[in-house]
């Protein structure tokens, strides 16, 4: 059965830090571009980040960018997204989610999602 778990998450003060992971199993992981999106109650949901197969290219939202990073690791089957200089409209459920035909292309799996909050 194929899965996306994810990781990391919880509540930091503004202009903390944090990392998800998104670890995958019981597919060909390195076929697949990941990407990380958040929903934040009330809004629609944002897709913040992806990388494609190789690791090779990445892109971020205007919102994100300079301080989110996304990597992976393919001997380890995982995606990572380091997060800096957190600010209160980070918040938001994060999830991962898998893509067959690179970073423009339809999402196939999910992650299941883990909770960020960035509140003093």
């Known amino acids: 059965q194929v899965q996306l778990v994810q990781s990391g998450g919880g509540s930091v003060p503004p202009g903390g830090s944090l990392r998800l992971s998104c670890a995958a199993s019981?597919?060909?992981?390195?076929?697949?571009?990941i990407k990380w999106f958040r929903q934040a109650p009330g809004k629609e949901r944002e897709e913040v980040s992806c990388?494609?197969?190789?690791?090779?290219?990445?892109n971020y939202a205007d919102s994100v960018k300079g301080r989110f990073t996304i990597s992976r690791d393919n001997s380890k089957n995982t995606v990572y997204l380091q997060m800096e200089r957190l600010k209160p409209e980070d918040t938001a459920v994060y999830f991962c989610?898998?893509?067959?035909?690179?970073?423009?292309?339809?999402?196939?799996?999910w992650g299941q999602g883990t909770q960020v909050t960035v509140s003093s």
């Open positions: 989610a898998a893509a067959g035909s690179g970073c423009s292309g339809p999402v196939t799996y």
């Open positions: 019981e597919f060909t992981f390195d076929y697949y571009a």
């Open positions: 990388i494609i197969s190789s690791g090779g290219d990445r």
